[in-house]
């Protein structure tokens, strides 16, 4: 009862103080909230805490508010009543405030203490059932992120010389190599290319962790992060432009061929991560915000409604075992197929107003024809995985345990679900009549602005064919390929293989330092130890006899 006590009054603390984080007041008036406080002096440097507060830290507060106690509703029901849910509900809350602590203050070490507190809390909840795989996804997403934070500590010294560690005083006097520190640390964060292989992989984690982490939180810390220090990469933004455009394509096409349900929405949300960077690094900075809110919404919404699936199908995620999930669960279908529908960009729901937007800007201003056709190919194989999840969880029968029967009542995973389902409808429009956006008038020849619909209905088309392909149409280490994400784990280890014996075989220096180094200590700690154990397990003669031998010494 405590744990339930616990769970509804940070629920409802969360829900109305989303409510109180109104950032139209600061949007309209342009208005920007500073507290500075002034914790030590030393000669020329002050050691300052500031809290910035500003239209977009409002609004993603806000957002991130809102699905936090959307999720904490859904934990109620989903994880239990046990003492672990309690530590599991601890390690939610320290993941939210972690977040805060990186969105509201423009302070180097804040966001560094936000961004590994976000790592570090992310392990313990990827590990959380404590199964040899979830060890091994918790190791990957916890050293890729750490990857992060020596981007982050040598900005942090490097940015020292300059008195202070408030990046938005500096903007213009960053060097080009700044840029490329933070860009580093951001895209671990945002998992792109090369450093992917750990949100498929953080799926271990239960299914409203995944929510958070995938919708609001963890991912989009890194593009939270680079909108924040936009000001410096407006000279910087061609290179980085097509590692988005790379991710976006890899993802999507990795997407088609995986049969897991949370790994298709977990390359889901990598390919929208894509289409952010890509966005801000064309330098519309507020397109980008604007898919960051939309895409949080109905990515939560997914990632919930598939959670629904898993507790009811008995932990079953493979799609090819399920089938007519609509007839036993009709009202999280619904749920499902409109944030499915929103991620394909369908009109007049979300997701359409932020990404048929933001390519018909792309457009407009004359990109070239390679990341026209880039676009436009990518919207078709999201239909198309998203078309697959459809068919195989919809519209096949039924696959798994026969004589099953299972049906859904009005719990709180079913209202946490249905508040996310208006936000999901809403939003996109919302947002974008709330900022005006709809004030930026795009002029595009008929073919061209209908080039979105057509893009839909060959992803339609595509997928349905897909579908008359036998399993076996394809070799089986195509499937590996494409599902271990190809092989990027692997090539980073034998990388670091070659690099390590590069190394070695220049300076063999290295080698000795090893030897006489870490290899050397916990070798000779480990014989210490066996030592002390023979000591400590034997009889009562040996001690007196040590005693002797030492008090003799000490005479």
């Known amino acids: 009862m405590m744990k339930m006590n616990y769970y509804l009054c940070w629920f409802f603390f969360f829900f109305f103080l989303y409510f109180s984080f109104n950032g139209l007041c600061f949007s309209m008036m342009d208005y920007v909230l500073v507290f500075e406080y002034n914790l030590v002096s030393f000669n020329s440097v002050d050691f300052l805490y500031i809290v910035y507060l500003d239209k977009i830290c409002f609004f993603f507060i ?142 271990a984690a239960p299914t409203p962790v995944s929510a958070l982490v995938h919708s609001s939180t963890l991912v989009t810390a890194g593009v939270y992060l680079l909108i924040r220090f936009f000001m410096g990469l407006n000279s910087f933004f061609f290179f980085f432009f097509f590692f988005g455009l790379f991710t976006m394509f890899f993802s999507s096409f990795c997407a088609i061929f995986e049969f897991d349900l949370s790994s298709i929405i977990a390359l889901s949300t990598l390919s929208q991560l894509g289409l952010m960077i890509s966005c801000l690094f064309s330098g519309y900075v507020d397109l980008s915000f604007f898919h960051l809110i939309s895409h949080a919404m109905f ?119 249905y508040m996310l389902v208006f936000f999901s409808l809403f939003t996109g429009c919302m947002f974008m009549w709330l900022m005006d956006y709809d004030l930026d008038f795009v002029f595009l020849p008929l073919y061209v602005k209908l080039m979105s619909f057509f893009s839909f209905f060959f992803g339609l088309w595509f997928g349905f064919e897909l579908f008359k392909f036998s399993f076996y149409f394809f070799f089986i280490s195509f499937y590996y390929f494409n599902g271990y994400m190809w092989f990027i784990n692997s090539y980073s280890f034998y990388f670091y293989k070659c690099f390590y014996y590069l190394i070695n075989s220049g300076f063999s220096f290295m080698s000795w330092g090893e030897y006489y180094g870490g290899y050397g200590f916990s070798y000779y700690f480990y014989k210490l130890v066996d030592f002390l154990y023979i000591v400590f397990t034997n009889s009562f003669n040996i001690f007196l006899l040590s005693f002797f031998i030492w008090f003799f010494i000490m005479i």
């Open 62 to 203: 806000s957002v991130v508010l809102f699905i936090s106690s959307m999720v904490i509703l859904y934990s109620l029901d989903y994880m239990g009543l046990s003492l672990s849910s309690v530590r599991f509900f601890f390690l939610i809350l320290l993941f939210i405030f972690s977040m805060f602590l990186m969105i509201m203050s423009p302070n180097l070490l804040s966001i560094l203490l936000g961004w590994d507190g976000l790592g570090l809390i992310s392990y313990c909840l990827v590990i959380y059932y404590s199964s040899l795989s979830s060890y091994f996804a918790g190791l990957i997403t916890c050293l890729i992120n750490r990857l992060g934070d020596i981007g982050l500590l040598i900005f942090i010294s490097w940015s020292f010389s300059y008195g202070s560690w408030h990046f938005f005083l500096y903007n213009s006097y960053y060097s080009s190599f700044f840029v490329y520190i933070l860009v580093f640390s951001s895209f671990t964060s945002s998992a792109q290319v090369p450093f992917s292989s750990w949100l498929p992989a953080a799926m």
């Open 299 to 417: 990515k939560s919404l997914l990632f919930l409604c598939a959670g629904i699936f898993i507790y009811y199908m008995g932990d079953n995620q493979d799609i090819r075992y399920m089938g007519s999930v609509c007839k036993f669960l009709p009202f999280t279908t619904s749920c499902f197929n409109i944030s499915s529908f929103a991620l394909c960009g369908v009109p007049f729901l979300s997701g359409f107003y932020s990404s048929d937007f933001i390519v018909e800007v792309y457009i407009f201003n004359m990109f070239n024809m390679f990341s026209f056709f880039v676009y436009y190919f990518c919207l078709g194989m999201t239909v198309v995985y998203s078309f697959r999840l459809f068919y195989y969880s919809m519209i096949f029968d039924c696959k798994f345990i026969s004589f099953s029967f299972f049906y859904e009542d009005l719990n709180l995973m079913s209202i946490s679900i």
